[in-house]
C-alpha cells in the first residue's frame, strides 16, 4: 500500500493487453490445473464468445451443466463477469478477440485439441479457442434454443 512505482520494476508489467490476458489466465488456470477444469472452462468461454449478446448464467449452466459452471464461473468472472441481470459478459470485445485469434497479427498459430493451458510464446500468439470449439457452442446454442421454443425435446 505504501509501496512507491519503481520504474526499475516496469518490465514486470505486462507489455500490452494480450499479454495482461495471458498473465490472467494462467493465474486463472495455472501449470498443473486439472485437465478436466480446463477444458470446462474453454466450453464457458466459447459459449460466451460464440453468442451474439451477453448470456444468462442459467443458460451456460444448463448447456454445459451445473456442477461443470460452478466449478469454472468463479475462476473467470475477472474476465467474465455477471452482471446483476444474471448475465455473463465479456470485459471488453479484445477479450473475445485474444481467445479467438480475430486479429491476424496476433493469431499466427490456433492450437486444436489442446487438454492443457497454452504457454504462449512473446513471438507467436496461440489462441486458446479454436474455431472448432466456437462452431460446437454455436451448435449448442442452437439446440438449447430450440429446446426453449420447443422445436426438439431436451436430452
Do not use: W
Request: proline share 5%; with cysteine.
Amino acid at each position: 500500500p505504501n509501496e512507491k512505482f519503481d520504474l526499475r520494476r516496469a518490465k514486470a508489467f505486462p507489455s500490452g493487453l494480450y499479454a495482461f490476458y495471458d498473465t490472467n489466465f494462467k493465474r486463472m488456470f495455472p501449470e498443473g490445473t486439472n485437465t478436466k477444469i480446463y477444458n470446462e472452462g474453454k466450453e464457458f468461454m466459447a459459449l460466451v464468445c460464440s453468442a451474439q449478446e451477453p448470456l444468462l448464467g442459467t443458460v451456460i449452466e444448463k448447456i454445459i451443466g451445473r456442477e461443470a459452471f460452478e466449478r469454472v464461473k468463479g475462476k473467470l468472472s475477472l474476465l467474465f463477469p455477471s452482471g446483476s441481470d444474471g448475465r455473463i459478459n465479456s470485459t471488453h470485445k479484445s477479450v473475445v478477440d485474444y481467445l479467438v485469434g480475430e486479429n491476424e497479427t496476433i493469431a499466427k498459430k490456433v492450437v486444436e485439441g489442446r487438454d492443457e493451458p497454452v504457454e504462449p510464446s512473446v513471438d507467436e500468439r496461440v489462441c486458446l479457442l479454436s474455431s472448432e470449439m466456437i462452431q460446437a457452442a454455436h451448435v449448442q446454442l442452437c439446440q438449447y434454443c430450440l429446446e426453449v421454443v420447443g422445436l426438439i425435446e431436451s436430452e
